[in-house]
Structures are given as C-alpha cells and as structure tokens.
C-alpha cells in the first residue's frame, strides 16, 4: 500500500527557515508528480509548490514564488520543500500530495507554525 511519511514541520519565529520532506513508498510504478499544498484554519487547502519527477519542472504559488524551493530525489523518491523567511502567514498544516498516472496520494499532514 503506498504511503507517504512527511517530516520537518515544527514551530519558527518569523525569518526562519525549514525543510519539510516526504517520502514514497511501496511505488510500482513512476511518479508523475509530487508537491506540496497547506491548509490553514478556516481556510481552503491551496496549492505551495508540484515538480514534474521526470524532468524537474517546477510550479509555485504566487505567494512563495522566492521564498520556497521544491526539489526531488528520484533515488528515494522523496520530494523537498525548502521554506526561508517564513511569515506567520505560512502557518499551517502542509500535506504531500503524489500522482502516479491517474491515481492521486495524500500525506497525513505536517504542522508548520510561524510566530511573530
């Protein structure tokens, strides 16, 4: 069964950075994509940032165009979300999200709390 572990979340102060990681497991075939998306408190779950696997494209969201790096290792099938400065703003839980041909996977959530 194909699950998707995250790691990294935790409490900053604003200017602060973190890595969030997710890996892939049990995968039969090739990952299409793998990104990022967050949800905040009485809000709607937004998009942060996808890549491509196969060729490393990238897509971000306006909001942390500059601020955020996604990037992948294909070896291990894990995708990275590097976050500088962060704002109180970004607080939220952060969930991996995967496709693999049609079929989509969704991590269980990671919390990223930014305090001012």
């Known amino acids: 069964q194909v699950q998707l572990v995250e790691s990294g979340g935790g409490l900053v102060q604003a200017g602060e950075s973190l890595r969030l990681s997710c890996a892939a497991s049990?995968?039969?075939?090739?990952?299409?994509?793998m990104g990022w998306y967050r949800q905040a408190p009485g809000k709607q779950r937004e998009l942060v940032a996808t890549?491509?696997?196969?060729?490393?494209?990238?897509n971000y969201a306006d909001s942390v165009k500059g601020r955020v790096t996604i990037s992948r290792d294909s070896g291990k099938n894990t995708v990275y979300l590097q976050m500088n400065s962060l704002k109180p703003e970004d607080t939220a839980i952060y969930y991996c999200r995967m496709t693999v041909r049609r079929a989509v996977y969704w991590g269980q959530g990671t919390q990223v709390t930014v305090s001012s």
């Open positions: 890549i491509i696997f196969d060729d490393g494209s990238t």
């Open positions: 049990e995968i039969l075939f090739s990952i299409t994509t």
